[in-house]
C-alpha cells in the first residue's frame, strides 16, 4: 500500500512540475507606437493597432493586425477592458 502511495504521490509531482511551463511576457510595440502586454516572437512578425488607446497602451475596442514580410497574417478584433498603469520616467 506504502509503494501505490509513494508511485502516486510521485506521479503527482512530476506531471505538476512537467506541465508548468513559464511563458515570458513583455511590452511589446506596434508599427504606430502603441504598446500592449505580449509574447515575445523570435520571427519578424510586426503588430499594427487601429483603436483606442491611452497613453499610447491600446486601450478599449480596436484591431490588432499581425504583418510578416509585409503580409498580413492575422487580424483580430479585440477589447481591452483592464489596463495596467505605467509609469514614465524620463532621466536626463
Same mark, same amino acid.
Given at each position: 500500500?506504502?509503494?501505490?502511495?509513494?508511485?502516486?504521490?510521485?506521479?503527482?509531482?512530476?506531471?505538476?512540475?512537467?506541465?508548468?511551463? @513559464? &511563458? #515570458?511576457?513583455?511590452?511589446?510595440? %506596434?508599427?504606430?507606437?502603441?504598446?500592449?502586454?505580449?509574447?515575445?516572437?523570435?520571427?519578424? !512578425?510586426?503588430?499594427?493597432?487601429?483603436?483606442?488607446?491611452?497613453?499610447? @497602451? &491600446? #486601450?478599449?475596442?480596436?484591431?490588432? %493586425?499581425?504583418?510578416?514580410?509585409?503580409?498580413?497574417?492575422?487580424?483580430?478584433?479585440?477589447? !481591452?477592458?483592464?489596463?495596467?498603469?505605467?509609469?514614465?520616467?524620463?532621466?536626463?
Amino acid at each position: 500500500m506504502r509503494k501505490h502511495i509513494q508511485f502516486i504521490l510521485i506521479l503527482c509531482i512530476s506531471l505538476l512540475t512537467s506541465c508548468s511551463e @513559464v &511563458i #515570458h511576457k513583455d511590452w511589446l510595440t %506596434t508599427q504606430n507606437d502603441y504598446l500592449f502586454w505580449g509574447i515575445p516572437t523570435m520571427d519578424s !512578425v510586426e503588430y499594427y493597432w487601429e483603436g483606442k488607446g491611452f497613453e499610447q @497602451v &491600446i #486601450h478599449g475596442e480596436g484591431i490588432l %493586425t499581425l504583418y510578416k514580410n509585409d503580409s498580413v497574417i492575422n487580424q483580430k478584433h479585440i477589447t !481591452v477592458r483592464c489596463i495596467m498603469l505605467v509609469a514614465k520616467i524620463h532621466l536626463p
